[in-house]
């Protein structure tokens, strides 16, 4: 089997931060979304993996590189716009071969995995296996309707009145099978090729298209919400780990890592957080929730629940909560005022706001 994983998309509700960068590259505790999505890729046990990329594709070339270091290879597989999720499998043909594969969305997090999916796929060979998730409001989403067993009677994208509350949720498992689909529909009302097109085509040619229900935390990290409420999900899982140094005046608190470099003076660090490398937090409070990414510097602040990305600076700031500062952006005060803030902060923005 192989992998395509899908990182074309311009992200516009990620907006000021994918102006420069990928939104596929927005760190979730500390780790590019991207790189949690090839970590559950090589769980599978695939090695062999196609990256379609749009224009920001040289910035995402320089993070994962020929993915070795991830485990897998990649192929980079160039796309000169969005024009759907079926028109990816086509232009990726000549690296997927008469492969089957699993395609999986450059913006999903997954944490828990799906493996037994994949071990469902593998004994079953159906020509497509989705993944669906029960969701509160299905119109925003592609559904799947099933019968009484469990089988897929119809996809439908972003139904009006939804017949079911089961999602797509960015995970595809699929034979050679799905080629002839993708080569026989047509793009839709806002000009691309649907997946649910494709495999509504196999369903309607009488292939055999299965559901698998995945129940585990999953997230679209589109919004800035999303990636925050990932972050906190992600660093409860984190193990105790400090190598950076902590002066005897600091205290840390439940689950936090301190990566090497860093420096803790002064300071109450309360888990789950991480510091990284050459970050240097210094007459601070760092709440729980918080992610701060590598030579950031936290001074005479407090934050909570909140994400700091690379060489970052707040300084002087009572209480900030619930924000995304981007990399290299400063955030200071003017020395008046009380209360606490809540900001969304693009790459080397400044910004003052109240003490």
């Not at 691309?192 to 055999?208: K, N, R």
Request: with cysteine; aromatic share 4%; charged share 25%.
């Amino acid at each position: 089997m192989k992998a395509l994983v899908l990182a074309g998309g311009s992200g516009t509700r990620l907006r000021p931060f994918t102006y420069s960068m990928p939104k596929q590259l927005i760190p979730i505790a500390n780790t590019p979304v991207l790189v949690h999505v090839l970590e559950s890729v090589r769980a599978l046990g695939v090695t062999e993996v196609g990256v379609v990329i749009g224009d920001r594709g040289p910035e995402i070339e320089a993070v994962l590189g020929d993915g070795l270091r991830f485990g897998v290879r990649i192929t980079y597989i160039p796309q000169d716009a969005p024009r759907g999720l079926a028109h990816t499998v086509a232009i990726a043909r000549p690296f997927l071969a008469e492969d089957d594969f699993v395609m999986y969305l450059g913006d999903n997090m997954l944490p828990d995995g799906v493996v037994p999916i994949a071990e469902e796929f593998s004994r079953h060979r159906p020509a497509a296996q989705v993944v669906v998730h029960k969701v509160a409001d299905p119109s925003a989403f592609g559904v799947a309707e099933l019968g009484t067993e469990g089988e897929v009677l119809r996809l439908v994208e972003k139904p009006l009145e939804p017949r079911s509350d089961l999602a797509l949720i960015g995970v595809y498992f699929f034979t050679p099978a799905v080629h002839e689909a993708v080569a026989a529909i047509t793009p839709s009302a806002r000009g691309e090729l649907e997946i649910t097109d494709a495999v509504q085509w196999l369903l309607d040619s009488g292939a055999e298209v299965r559901a698998s229900r995945y129940d585990g935390y999953w997230k679209d990290t589109g919004r800035v919400e999303d990636v925050l409420e990932c972050n906190s999900h992600l660093l409860e899982g984190l193990s105790r780990r400090v190598e950076g140094r902590v002066d005897a005046g600091s205290v840390l608190v439940g689950q936090v890592v301190v990566e090497q470099g860093a420096r803790i003076v002064r300071s109450r660090i309360e888990g789950p957080a991480v510091i990284g490398s050459g970050t240097v937090v210094e007459n601070s409070h760092v709440g729980p929730h918080t992610s701060i990414g590598r030579n950031c510097l936290v001074r005479d602040s407090r934050l909570e629940r909140s994400i700091a990305l690379d060489e970052s600076s707040v300084t002087g700031v009572r209480e900030l909560r619930d924000s995304l500062i981007g990399r290299a952006a400063s955030v200071g005060t003017t020395g008046r005022g009380t209360g606490h803030h809540c900001l969304v902060v693009g790459d080397h923005t400044r910004v003052e706001v109240a003490a």
